[in-house]
């Protein structure tokens, strides 16, 4: 098939950028959204140009790291990553819009790719358990109730690939956020550090400059992992439990 | 008092003030519907009621400041919200596509300004009666201010019935998001809890429209008359 990319070009961080049409041209329906890209990406090579640069890892929906806004949905039309977006998913002849996730806190680096540091940064304001190392103890000396475990585990789910804050009107960080404080929240091992956690991590993510939730839940229906907007009203609860505790103890 | 300000200063905490606010409006716009549905009463039921109201006296006076604490603390909160909104994303997209923001989700900063003016003409219009100063002399045969009266001759003008028709729909337009979001904002929410909160809120808000519109509605066709 062939299709007619709108792709935003920009050299680095400093320099405007532009949506710029390119061709695409020969593409098998197999293919998968980034080895559209890899195939346009030759075409450029050979004649000259620059490859259009995108990030990609994994390239099977776990990593995180493909990202794009395709026709104004993060990671396109279908509930997965990019790299699980299939061609045959778009119509011969169809004109394509590619542009970077858009937030202040993603600054474009290059072309498609955009910086999510700032979602490591809350990661390691208190996105961890401060664990003993060394010999694991009986399982069984942890009883988790089943619907903490499932309720964790879909909460852990979150590959952190920015999605939400892409489709948020808001640029808000909130379901990640939400995905992370849940699942530690939920789990005996996460007990410890449950009001330092919520605290940490939301002034972080305020200082990184994420917008509010409106709780238009764009973030839930664009999540390749699934995170429900149930986190959000967690991590609403958790903040404003543990900044209590804070105030009185 | 840090952690405190710290909390009002952070996301989590302004958008608790909104969604309280909103509450306790909410928890006023329900109370004045069910005062004034009383109009389908007759007028002795309205003016007694009104009447009652008055009585409180200073106590009436705490109920109007506090209302209007929370006016103000629900604007300035959603203000400096939209503004943050707005400064976390300075370069847009060229094509957007939404999946689930409602109509009246997207809408609410025009909805809630649209109400404040509301807000404001109908004190002029029946509190202060700066529209109508003949409002203001307006007794029934007991002496009382006579508000089943001034509210026939208000509505009788179609100007003033549409108006309120269309302010009360801007209203429950605002509810129609506001009354499921405020229960996620307070993390009263949970996949079991969800459909209660949005189905519930949609079915309030309607109610809310169909009752206070029915005032109007039924004086321009003269099931209501003096
Ligand atoms: C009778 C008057 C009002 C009532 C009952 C009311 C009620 C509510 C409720 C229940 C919410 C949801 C809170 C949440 O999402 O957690 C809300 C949000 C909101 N209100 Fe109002 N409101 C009123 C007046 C106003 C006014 C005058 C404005 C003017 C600016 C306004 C602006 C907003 C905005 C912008 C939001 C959304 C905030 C956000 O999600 O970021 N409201 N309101
Ligand atoms: S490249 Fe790893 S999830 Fe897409």
Redesign the interface.
């Known amino acids: 098939m062939n299709l007619h990319l709108k792709v935003w070009r920009q050299k680095d961080a400093k320099s405007p950028g532009q949506l710029v049409p390119i061709e695409a041209r020969n593409i098998p329906e197999d293919a998968s959204f980034l080895e559209m890209l890899d195939i346009v990406n030759d075409d450029l090579t050979v004649k000259g140009e620059e490859p259009i640069a995108f990030d990609h890892d994994c390239r099977e929906g776990i990593c995180g790291t493909c990202s794009l806004s395709i026709n104004g949905l993060p990671h396109g039309p279908s509930e997965t990553t990019t790299c699980q977006l299939y061609m045959r998913k778009f119509k011969d002849g169809e004109t394509i819009h590619v542009e970077p996730f858009r937030a202040k806190t993603f600054p474009v680096v290059r072309d498609l790719i955009v910086d999510r540091s700032a979602f490591d940064r809350i990661q390691q304001a208190g996105g961890f358990i401060t664990a003993r190392a060394g010999s694991a103890q009986d399982a069984n000396c942890l009883p988790v109730p089943k619907v903490a475990a499932d309720a964790a585990m879909e909460a852990a789910a979150c590959i952190g690939c920015g999605a939400c804050v892409a489709a948020c009107p808001n640029a808000s960080a909130m379901l990640f956020v939400g995905a992370k404080v849940s699942h530690l929240a939920l789990l005996p091992q996460g007990q410890a550090e449950r009001t330092s956690r919520a605290l940490k991590m939301v002034r972080t993510m305020d200082e990184e400059g994420f917008g509010n939730c409106s709780n238009y839940l764009e973030c839930e229906a664009v999540c390749p992992a699934d995170i429900p907007a149930s986190v959000i009203a967690r991590l609403n609860r958790e903040y404003t439990v543990a900044s209590c505790k804070d105030a009185v103890c | 008092m840090n952690?405190?300000s710290?909390?009002l200063s952070?996301?989590?905490?302004?958008?608790?003030i909104v969604a309280l606010t909103g509450l306790g409006l909410f928890g006023f716009v329900v109370g004045h519907l069910i005062g004034n549905l009383q109009v389908f009463l007759g007028p002795e039921p309205l003016n007694r009621y009104a009447l009652f109201l008055q009585s409180l006296g200073e106590l009436l006076w705490v109920i109007r400041l506090g209302l209007l604490a929370m006016v103000v603390a629900h604007i300035v909160f959603t203000i400096k919200?939209r503004m943050?909104?707005r400064?976390?994303?300075?370069?847009?997209?060229?094509?957007?596509?939404?999946?689930?923001?409602t109509f009246p989700?997207?809408m609410?900063t025009l909805s809630g300004l649209m109400v404040l003016c509301f807000i404001i003409f109908h004190l002029l219009h029946f509190t202060a009666h700066k529209i109508d100063p003949s409002f203001a002399h307006m007794t029934d045969a007991m002496g009382r201010h006579d508000v089943y009266r001034m509210l026939i001759l208000g509505f009788q003008s179609k100007a003033a019935s549409t108006f309120y028709i269309v302010a009360v729909g801007l209203l429950a337009m605002h509810l129609n998001?506001g009354i499921?979001?405020l229960?996620?904002?307070?993390?009263?929410?949970?996949?079991k809890l969800?459909p209660l909160w949005e189905k519930g809120g949609v079915a309030l808000s309607w109610l809310i429209f169909l009752g206070y519109a029915s005032i109007p509605v039924a004086v321009l066709t003269g099931v209501l008359k003096l």
């Open positions: 952690s405190i710290s909390y952070s996301s989590i905490g302004r958008k608790w919200l943050e909104n400064a976390a994303r300075p370069v847009g997209y060229a094509v957007t596509n939404r999946r689930a923001a989700a997207r609410m998001h499921g979001s229960f996620q904002t307070l993390g009263l929410n949970s996949a969800r």
